[in-house]
Each structure stands twice: as C-alpha cells, then as structure tokens.
C-alpha cells in the first residue's frame, strides 16, 4: 500500500490529489513557489492531523503544513514529492471566556474572524496585521507575526497562554492553558511559536484578549531626521498612555504612495512622515490631550507639521499610504523584514539605500518600518529582476543587517527564502541547538523539511 492509498484509507475524501489539487497550494506570498503537491491533505479536526502525520512519519513521507499562504518567506511552499497539510477546515471560535478573557480557537480561523468575535464579546485580540482577512491564527503563531500593534501589546507569542499541536509522529500535545502565570516546568508551546511547521502542527490556541478601546486618535507628523523620529517616539511613549502605533515612513515611501492614492497631506514632502495612534477609553480630555501634546512637539521643533484625523475616513488614508498596496504594481517587488536597534536604523537605511541604488541605479528603493519595536521595511522593485539579481539583494542587505548585529527578519520567519543567511542573525552555537530540537522532536525530519535549517 503506497502511502495516499493509507491516507485516503484513513481520511477519505480529506485527501485531494491530481486535478483535485489547486493552484493555490502551489506558493504563499512570495510567489517564489513553483510546483504543486502530490497530494493535499484537509483534516477537519485534531485526530485527522494526528492521523495523517502518523501515516506520514511511518511512510518517511514529508510534509508541508499551510494556512493563509500569506507569508513572504517561502516557508508554505511544497515541492512535487511533498504532501501538504492545508488547516482551512479547521476553523472557528470555541470558547470565548469573558473572566480569564482569553479565546480558544481553531488554528485555519482567519484573524479578521477571530478579531470580530472579539470585539463583539466586548474585548480586543491586539495580534493585527495587514493581511488579517486571509491570514490564519496557526500561521501567524506558527511564524510569531508581528504587525502594528507590538509596541503596546507585544508580538504573538506575548498573546497566546495555550496551545495545542501535533508532532511528526502523530502525537497531540494539547496544553489549552488559560493562565497568565504558569510556572511548570519547559514551556513547550514556545517550541512551536515560530517554528514555522518545522517542529509540529499548531491545531489548537488559548489567545489573550484585552479590554476593547473606546476609540483611537491618529496623527499624521512631518519630519525632518531620523534622530527627531527617535525622539518623537521617546516624547509619545511617555507621555501618551494609549499609544499603540507609532509608524514610519521614508521620503522615497511616503512620496511613492501619495502619489499612487492621490493624496496630498503636506505642502512639501518630508523627510519622514511618522503615523502616531492612541486608544482611548471615552474618559474627558483625552482628545484636548493629546491635541496638546502634538502642540508642545511642534513648539519644541521635534515635528514640522501635524494632521489629526477628524474622522475615520481621515485615519484610513493615512494608513491607506503606510500599508502601500501600490507598490504591488511595482515589477519583481521585494519586501525585505529586517530588525535593527532603534538608534541604528537611520543610519543603516542610508547606508542600505545607498548600496543598493550604486548595485541596481534603475531600481526602486524604498523604506517603511514599526520602528518602536526595532523593525524596518525595505521595498525594492528591479525592472527585468532575475533571480540571481534579488540573491544579490539579499546579500547586500543581510551583511549589513550582521554588522549591524541585527536581525534578517522581524516579522516573515525563515522560511526558505532567508535559510542561507540565518547564520548573519544566529550563531554557530545557537544553530546547532535548533538542530537537536528539530532532531529530538522530528528524528525523521518530516516536517517542513529544507526551511528555517536546511
């Protein structure tokens, strides 16, 4: 018996192959992907995973779990003699408990659902990205998603108290914790945040939630260095208790997608357009508060100009600009992710810009970043890019993210994409280490194989 006739033996019509088999589990965002599965399978609960990896594992068959396919770092792509494990069955809200103030949902639950159900029942999950309509709870844990809320409530993991996953050799590990504090011994769920399916199959999360804002206020600064976002920053995370957004975009960023949304803010373009957002929680004087703080900041010379957004129709085009969805049209994007200290970013984006633009003079260059949490967006588009062209890119970021002892990705994980430069963010030492938990808790090496470690 081969092992799709055990598959379909055990999960039936869970398993798809041949035409069955759609080009969307082919590749995530990356669009780096180039070939389809052999086989696809659906499970539709915890015990079709377990089943399916126990198959898996006995067969020596490698598999490759997907959710959203939203990443930008090849870690979903399959190759032709792979099977994929897609969670998009495994979907829904179980419990939401209003006294721990947690959630218990499925890991294919797409966060916009999750953030609804949230809301709905009075709380806010604070786990917010870009693609929150597509994008699903395991992958986000999966690759430790950050997004534009960390600076006030922290990356993934800080917001995930349980998880339940599947190992290689169909074991679950259901650990639906729903404490803050739980000082027990290893805390396991940590192996599998991040992992990126190298580890397990995430099926199962206890996420924290968090009392829903009354409101946000938006701003909109004009800036003329990077030292003043710095200090901007330092001003807003003292004196705005509600900041839960503080992000930056270059002149070269900021001017391409005015231009693209036809949207004029400033009389001049600035050197950085910085957007600053507070929750708040319908107490008096919050809004006279914070109009009096972008007031002092401009007295003192930190800001050129400021735009509060009167109404939500205002603060969606500020942030329709910061998400720049234009630049898709770009040929050959490339949206590198890197982490730098906050007080080197500047220097590095001048110093990156600069290396790329004298290596590729006809490309766009182009930076946008969260910057509170140290991350930093680079965009460059290439006319006529090759492969061997945006391996160069990669390089050139990647040395000047290791002498800048930063990190070669923030928010995207490893994946494929950046596996031959994990070694400019980890040591030798460190790697190795990952290798004896990969080794220990996958001996077969099953489960995504070729990502995060080669």
């Not at 003043?228 to 004196?239: E, F, G, H, M, P």
């Not at 208790?241 to 270059?250: D, F, H, I, K, V």
């Not at 160069?392 to 290791?402: F, K, N, S």
């Amino acid at each position: 018996m081969t092992v799709i006739e055990a598959l379909v033996q055990s999960l039936g019509d869970a398993v798809l192959t041949g035409d069955q088999i759609g080009q969307r589990y082919r590749s995530d965002a990356s669009l780096s992907g180039r070939s389809l599965p052999k086989a696809v399978i659906r499970p539709a609960s915890v015990g079709d995973v377990a089943a399916a990896l126990k198959i898996c594992n006995e067969y020596r068959q490698s598999v490759v779990p997907q959710g959203g396919m939203t990443g930008l770092a090849g870690g979903a792509n399959p190759n032709a003699d792979e099977i994929v494990i897609s969670l998009e069955r495994m979907t829904g809200i179980e419990e939401i408990d209003s006294d721990a103030a947690t959630m218990t949902v499925l890991a294919g639950t797409p966060l916009e659902v999750a953030q609804r159900a949230a809301e709905e029942a009075g709380f806010l999950l604070p786990i917010d990205l870009g693609a929150r309509g597509s994008c699903q709870i395991g992958g986000n844990l999966a690759t430790n998603a950050g997004g534009i809320r960390v600076i006030r409530h922290g990356v993934t993991r800080d917001n995930v108290l349980g998880l339940e996953a599947v190992l290689a050799d169909g074991t679950v590990l259901s650990s639906l914790n729903k404490m803050v504090k739980n000082n027990t011994g290893y805390d396991l769920r940590q192996f599998f945040i991040g992992s990126e399916g190298t580890l397990g199959i995430i099926t199962r999360a206890v996420l924290r939630l968090r009392p829903l804002p009354a409101g946000r206020l938006t701003a909109l600064c004009a800036l003329e260095s990077y030292a003043y976002v710095v200090a901007l920053l330092k001003r807003a995370q003292q004196q705005l208790p509600g900041l839960s957004a503080y992000e930056t975009m270059w002149e070269g960023y900021f001017g391409f997608n005015c231009a693209a949304e036809d949207l004029r803010f400033f009389e001049t373009l600035p050197a950085f357009a910085v957007i600053i957002e507070q929750d708040t929680h319908g107490r008096d004087g919050e809004r006279d508060a914070f109009e009096a703080f972008l007031g002092q900041v401009l007295e003192d010379g930190l800001i050129g100009d400021a735009l509060i957004a009167q109404s939500e129709k205002e603060a969606e085009a500020f942030w329709r600009v910061r998400e720049g969805h234009a630049l898709d049209r770009l040929p050959s994007l490339v949206n590198l992710d890197v982490s730098l200290p906050i007080g080197a970013i500047g220097n590095f984006a001048d110093e990156c810009g600069t290396a790329l633009c004298a290596a590729f003079p006809a490309a766009h260059v182009s930076f946008f970043g969260h910057v509170a949490d140290s991350n930093l967006h680079i965009a460059f588009s290439g006319p006529d890019a090759t492969a061997g062209m945006l391996h160069e890119v990669d390089t050139i970021v990647y040395a000047l993210v290791g002498r800048y002892r930063g990190s070669i990705s923030a928010e995207h994980g490893i994946g494929i994409l950046k596996r031959d430069f994990l070694d400019r963010s980890r040591s030798p030492a460190e790697i190795e280490v990952m290798r004896r938990v990969k080794a220990a808790l996958d001996p077969n090496g099953i489960l995504n194989p070729g990502k995060v470690l080669g």
